[in-house]
């Protein structure tokens, strides 16, 4: 959920049937949404895929892990419109990896919207968005707090918390890695604060990895000061110039 707002009222949009978002087409033609008033986006308005891949897939590990047929446990802080998730689940079930996935989202997204984003088109193997997008409205109206889970495959499980972040506690050493995608830090202060970093500390395992857009100057002292090692690294081609990979050593 990305702190980049340059030039994203310059993009094509589409509607949706929620006055307050909007689909924006980005610049690797792939989908994303944005809040109409305020210029947030979901992703970069650079290329949402090329964030996606980049910066959670890659620099978490998990794809490697995935690639190398590992058995991996992922967190992610903020489903926004689940490209991540299906972008993971189906590199999972290509290379028929276990994977049990983390989500945490307060505003769970409508089947009508995601489908208008075009998630079949983000994936290996296109059914599973189809699938994800049946069972998402079979699932109708999300309550809060509530837990869902889909059964994606034989080996793959997403598990969706419909919560506040900051009310999330995992189990400790859980985590191989973490996506850390909220809101930026001046739309949503509290998910950057230290209680709630302590917690991804806590439940990401030793050498594990939390990724982020973020690389704002206070995160990189926060993070650091709960534990992490803290490096920033080249974002995506043609995106954001640095990203955020922060590593769990002990």
Known sequence: MNEDKKNARHRSTLPTDRDDLRIQVTDDTSYTLIRIGSDVTYHSSSGAMAETKHVYLGNSGIAARLRA???????????????????????????????????????????????GLKPETWLQDGSLANEYLSWRSRLGAAELPSTHTWHAGEKQRVTIHCIDAEQFNGTPEQFDGIYFDPFAPEVSPGLWELPVLERMFDVLKSGGTLVTYCVKRQVRDRLAAVGFSVQKSPGPPAGKREVLIAKKIR
Do not use: C, F, H
């Open 69 to 115: 047929g590992k058995a991996s446990n992922v967190l992610e802080v903020g489903l926004g419109t689940g490209m991540s998730m299906l972008m993971t689940v189906d590199l999972a079930v290509q290379t028929d990896a276990p994977l049990d996935y983390v989500a945490i989202e307060w505003d769970l997204l409508s089947e009508s919207i995601l489908r």
